[in-house]
């Protein structure tokens, strides 16, 4: 099968989620300034240890091979060793994303004696000023000790997770270097205008000039650096990126977040692309099976507004979420259309009317953080 059928394949959904990530909790000792499910504090709500053994058994008969992990961060959860051990126990590999705060000695060489089990540790920047104005004060430092525990005890390859903004594009090789110091993996990823991420998008998201530059950048290094797929929009500027070129929201990738409610995609928290809750009768099997939204996302989707434009076999109009919270159609260009095909309808979009998240969990009061000076370039 050639890489359009499989893609066209997929487009049409499949039995199970390739990629689904499963937020564990909205509690975090972070409050970073893009984070995607405007974490902070734990909901009353959250699935009990008995409810999450409930899911993995069945996504186990899902034949579910690999989840990610995520949160909030998913280490403050007193149950996560059981849950990691749970899931390995049952034939699904796990990748955690974590912010290292809780990865010391001891559990680096717990985390290390576990099969199936890939970590990837979240930084923002090559250096504390960079990181810590988006992640909070002392993060980067931590981050780094988590990075030193997991080398010392031979954890082997764990992945280096990088958001792009406009403040670290210049520290791509950096951030590369450093990966290979550890011996680990660089995984880079697009910055949504999600979760928090709605309110700092315009100041924080890579410039168009900057755009071409990560483009660059991933056609000299891609072969070597994950992306989750996240730079497909991208394509449009030639040659396309290593990985599937789709949105994959409802047809191989989904989100379940902490109190079950299930997602078309990690990026879309919000009422409108909520498919249903794994507590519902038939559980999470139901909702990817049968849901009317999931469903719906499977169907031909049309090219809209890009229909006339060269590149959309190319680009496939962008990402969806990043339309939705910025106020833009589903089926109109990507906010970050290299093209710029899509700045004048951002220009008319009243800052402050774009749809917001359907649920804020952020602490009451803002870590403290020294701002970075605003790029004004294009």
Same mark, same amino acid.
């Given at each position: 099968?050639?890489?359009?059928?499989?893609?066209?394949?997929?487009?049409?959904?499949?039995?199970?989620?390739?990629?689904?990530?499963?937020?564990?909790?909205?509690?975090?000792?972070?409050?970073?300034?893009?984070?995607?499910?405007?974490?902070?504090?734990?909901?009353?709500?959250?699935?009990?240890?008995?409810e999450a053994k409930k899911i993995l058994d069945d996504l186990r008969d899902l034949?579910?091979?690999?989840?990610?992990?995520?949160?909030?961060?998913?280490?403050?959860?007193?149950?996560?060793?059981?849950?990691?051990?749970?899931?390995? /126990?049952?034939?699904?590999?796990?990748?955690?994303?974590?912010?290292?705060?809780?990865?010391?000695?001891?559990?680096?060489?717990?985390?290390?004696?576990?099969? %199936?089990?890939?970590?990837?540790?979240?930084?923002?920047?090559?250096? /504390?000023?960079?990181?810590?104005?988006?992640?909070?004060?002392?993060? %980067?430092? !931590? /981050?780094?000790?988590?990075?030193?525990?997991?080398?010392?005890?031979?954890?082997?390859?764990?992945?280096?997770?990088?958001?792009?903004?406009?403040?670290?594009?210049?520290?791509?090789?950096?951030?590369?270097? $450093?990966?290979?110091?550890?011996?680990?993996?660089?995984?880079?990823?697009?910055?949504?205008?999600?979760?928090r991420g709605a309110d700092t998008w315009h100041e924080l998201h890579p410039t168009?000039?900057?755009?071409?530059? @990560?483009?660059?950048?991933?056609?000299?290094?891609?072969?070597?650096? $994950?992306?989750?797929?996240?730079?497909?929009?991208?394509?449009?500027?030639?040659?396309?990126?290593?990985?599937?070129?789709?949105?994959?929201?409802?047809?191989?990738? #989904?989100? @379940?977040?902490?109190?079950?409610?299930? %997602?078309?995609?990690?990026?879309?928290?919000?009422?409108?692309?909520?498919?249903?809750?794994?507590?519902?009768?038939?559980?999470?099997?139901?909702?990817?099976?049968?849901?009317?939204?999931?469903?719906? $996302?499977?169907?031909?989707?049309?090219?809209?507004? #890009?229909?006339?434009?060269?590149?959309?076999?190319?680009?496939?109009?962008?990402? !969806?979420?990043?339309?939705?919270?910025?106020?833009?159609?589903?089926?109109?260009?990507?906010?970050?259309?290299?093209?710029?095909?899509?700045?004048?309808?951002?220009?008319?979009?009243?800052?402050?009317?774009?749809?917001?998240?359907?649920?804020?969990?952020?602490?009451?009061?803002?870590?403290?953080?020294?701002?970075?000076?605003?790029?004004?370039?294009?």
């Amino acid at each position: 099968m050639s890489a359009k059928s499989l893609v066209e394949e997929m487009k049409r959904g499949l039995d199970a989620p390739i990629c689904l990530t499963w937020e564990l909790t909205y509690a975090c000792n972070l409050q970073c300034v893009h984070c995607l499910s405007s974490s902070g504090q734990r909901d009353e709500r959250e699935l009990s240890t008995e409810e999450a053994k409930k899911i993995l058994d069945d996504l186990r008969d899902l034949q579910v091979f690999y989840i990610n992990i995520g949160g909030g961060e998913p280490m403050v959860r007193r149950d996560f060793f059981e849950l990691l051990e749970y899931s390995v /126990a049952n034939g699904i590999g796990v990748k955690f994303s974590t912010n290292g705060a809780f990865i010391d000695e001891e559990k680096a060489r717990r985390l290390a004696a576990m099969d %199936y089990l890939d970590i990837q540790i979240s930084l923002d920047g090559v250096d /504390a000023v960079t990181n810590d104005a988006i992640r909070g004060e002392g993060s %980067y430092d !931590m /981050a780094i000790r988590a990075m030193e525990n997991l080398k010392a005890a031979n954890f082997g390859q764990f992945k280096i997770s990088v958001v792009v903004t406009r403040h670290n594009v210049s520290q791509l090789d950096q951030f590369k270097a $450093l990966a290979d110091h550890y011996g680990a993996q660089l995984r880079i990823t697009r910055l949504r205008p999600a979760g928090r991420g709605a309110d700092t998008w315009h100041e924080l998201h890579p410039t168009n000039a900057q755009q071409r530059e @990560i483009y660059n950048w991933l056609l000299k290094h891609g072969e070597n650096v $994950l992306t989750g797929d996240s730079f497909f929009h991208l394509n449009a500027l030639g040659e396309s990126l290593p990985g599937l070129n789709m949105c994959g929201a409802g047809r191989v990738v #989904c989100l @379940i977040d902490p109190i079950g409610d299930v %997602y078309a995609c990690p990026f879309v928290i919000h009422d409108e692309f909520k498919a249903g809750n794994v507590r519902d009768e038939g559980g999470f099997a139901k909702v990817w099976k049968q849901s009317d939204l999931f469903l719906s $996302l499977r169907e031909p989707q049309s090219a809209g507004a #890009c229909a006339s434009c060269g590149a959309f076999d190319a680009c496939q109009g962008g990402c !969806m979420a990043a339309k939705f919270f910025t106020g833009l159609p589903l089926d109109g260009p990507d906010p970050e259309c290299v093209g710029g095909d899509a700045d004048e309808a951002l220009s008319i979009i009243s800052r402050g009317s774009e749809p917001k998240p359907s649920m804020d969990h952020s602490k009451p009061v803002t870590l403290t953080r020294k701002k970075l000076p605003v790029s004004t370039a294009s």
